[in-house]
């Protein structure tokens, strides 16, 4: 029933998503203020044919939200859908064989920027909500907000949900925002770490040197730096940051069981990133280290002289910009002032150093036993055929430990992406018998989560 009603609309659907891609809804250029918020109202529109009982678009400190509901009983449990109709830009253009804002069907995929980052998954989540809604199946409320900030930092967002807390009470929150391991190995996001980052300036002499002249005498702030952040990471990969680990939380022997079961080629890992062999905390996989564990990564180094041919200077400063992805449980803000702390200290008296934390977020993670997140296996395992793998990604959305923050609840992040979807980047796209598989198990988490107590 419910894949004869998608293939019955399939056309319908897809001119539906075309008509939300088709808007060049580009968060991070200031030239597409005015389809912000076109795309917004358009999403309201979809959502209030989709069977809400209202929606709106509400304004925010930047772009504006898209909230709406339909609550079929008071005292049933509430879903509140997650999604960002804002998009990446689109440059550089010649790269892309298509059109990034006229959607194109070709060899089974959709083709456009937003296909599948964010506006085909959060489409997913609309449709499953419409067929729920007309064959009269939805037994708990829903709700829906979607941003226009999330790829520039949803900065909005964090206040409006401060804000409208009372609104945006639910009982769990479902997101359509990561991917899977392939086409055919469901997988659930069930963390993603947090971080912290900071820039380095090193200061030795008040101007520029001759090397020769002072060469051996005076500190080399660039050596200095160096030596410093090289000393951070022992052969063994451990971080040496004291008390760096203290709050890290080790993963369950099911999950690490979980996790070994994934398939992963490292030699293929390797050759497809040009790297002879792989480094990382011993006693851990390499799916381990980039998902469970935390790291520490020079960004960006820069000194003296670097242009054409030789210069012979000892250069005054001396820069780094470092990240450190954080699991569960680390506080950003804490290792932050660790981090800040520890370089004050072993910082030698022949350089001055001033470090300064620009940024940061905290991680994420899914208990694999909770109601909710037993519902959405039950929901892959149904249309793939196979139970899906917990899998931690390394990068961060620090919007969900937000909602979890304020909202005290936890987040199911069924995506339904792929690596080769290639968002943010030329010629993204989505397969669209993955889209229509991700409607159909979306429509299963919610029957399966009506049979949870």
């Not at 509140?80 to 059109?99: C, I, K, N, Q, S």
């Not at 009372?166 to 055919?184: F, M, N, W, Y």
């Not at 680990?245 to 390797?270: G, H, M, N, Q, T």
């Not at 030698?348 to 109601?371: A, F, N, R, S, W």
């Amino acid at each position: 029933m419910v894949k004869r009603y998608i293939e019955e609309n399939e056309a319908r659907m897809l001119e539906e998503l075309f008509s939300l891609i088709r808007i060049p809804s580009v968060s991070a250029q200031p030239a597409h203020k005015e389809d912000m918020v076109k795309c917004a109202n358009r999403w309201k529109e979809l959502l209030l044919e989709a069977g809400v009982d209202k929606a709106e678009v509400m304004p925010s400190k930047g772009n504006p939200m898209v909230y709406a509901e339909r609550i079929v009983d008071p005292e049933a449990k509430t879903i509140l859908v997650y999604g960002h109709y804002d998009v990446m830009p689109a440059e550089p253009f010649e790269l892309w064989r298509t059109e990034p804002f006229e959607p194109v069907i070709k060899d089974g995929h959709i083709w456009a920027r937003g296909a599948d980052d964010d506006k085909g998954q959060s489409f997913i989540q609309a449709k499953a909500f419409e067929y729920l809604n007309k064959h009269d199946l939805l037994k708990h409320n829903m709700k829906f907000i979607f941003e226009g900030e999330e790829e520039i930092g949803s900065a909005s967002l964090g206040p409006f949900i401060e804000e409208h807390k009372e609104l945006l009470k639910c009982d769990i929150i479902l997101v359509s925002d990561t991917t899977l391991i392939g086409a055919d190995v469901p997988s659930i996001t069930t963390g993603l770490r947090g971080l912290s980052y900071w820039q380095i300036e090193v200061t030795g002499p008040d101007h520029d040197l001759h090397s020769g002249t002072f060469g051996g005498a005076v500190a080399n702030p660039a050596n200095v730096l160096c030596k410093l952040i090289g000393d951070v990471t022992g052969p063994d990969g451990k971080i040496r940051f004291p008390g760096f680990y203290d709050d890290v939380e080790e993963a369950s022997e099911e999950e690490r069981s979980l996790v070994a079961s994934i398939p992963f080629d490292e030699e293929k890992y390797k050759k497809s990133i040009g790297v002879k062999d792989i480094f990382g905390e011993e006693g851990y996989s390499t799916i381990e280290r980039t998902g469970y564990r935390p790291s520490f990564d020079v960004c960006g180094l820069w000194s003296g002289y670097q242009g054409e041919g030789a210069k012979t200077v000892i250069p005054s400063k001396a820069y780094a910009k470092i990240s450190s992805r954080l699991v569960p449980k680390q506080d950003y803000k804490k290792i932050g002032q660790l981090v800040v702390d520890y370089f004050n200290k072993v910082a030698p008296k022949t350089v001055h150093v001033k470090v300064e934390m620009l940024h940061g977020g905290y991680g994420y993670v899914c208990p694999i036993d909770i109601p909710a997140y037993k519902a959405a296996e039950r929901g892959f395992e149904k249309v793939f055929g196979k139970r899906p793998l917990p899998v931690r990604i390394g990068g961060s959305i620090p919007i969900i430990s937000t909602f979890e923050k304020t909202l005290g609840t936890k987040s199911i992040l069924m995506g339904f992406g792929l690596e080769s979807n290639a968002i943010h980047s030329p010629n993204e796209n989505m397969p669209i018998a993955l889209w229509k598989k991700g409607i159909e198990t979306v429509i299963n988490f919610h029957l399966e989560y009506d049979k949870e107590e």
